[in-house]
């Protein structure tokens, strides 16, 4: 059974640096699509990027993100990283990485799209 553990969030001020890391074990994670997710205290599981791995390397990323996250993948080591830059105080949120088997093209997909799922870790940006 495929498992995922995020690592890596903590706080960190307006404008500062993170960077989470999703590894994975029991499943090949350059053959699946990997997202990210977040959810804040009171609001829906946001999803806001996507990348497809061996089924065509396409990133996704919402508006919200782009041009400050990065994510990247080591496939030597089973693990995808998220790279966020010029973090804001409306990123803080619980993140989560998840894999799917199933998605061929990334974009603005539904949780349920998604097979496996981290733990989440937490990201507080705040001064």
């Given at each position: 059974?495929?498992?995922?553990v995020e690592s890596g969030g903590g706080l960190v001020q307006p404008g500062g640096s993170l960077r989470l890391?999703?590894?994975a074990s029991g499943i090949t994670l350059s053959s699946h699509a990997v997202g990210?997710?977040?959810q804040a205290p009171g609001k829906e599981r946001e999803g806001f990027s996507c990348n497809s791995g061996s089924r065509g390397s396409a990133t996704w990323q919402s508006p919200s993100v782009k041009g400050r996250f990065i994510i990247s993948r080591d496939n030597a080591n089973n693990t995808?990283?998220?790279?966020m830059?010029?973090?804001?105080?409306e990123?803080?949120?619980i993140y989560y990485c998840a894999a799917s088997e199933t998605i061929l093209v990334c974009g603005s997909r539904s949780p349920h799209d998604y097979q496996y799922w981290g733990q989440g870790?937490?990201?507080?940006v705040s001064s």
């Open positions: 059974q495929g498992q995922l890391s999703c590894a990210w997710f977040r995808v990283y998220l790279q830059n010029s973090l804001k105080p990123d803080t949120a870790t937490q990201v507080t």
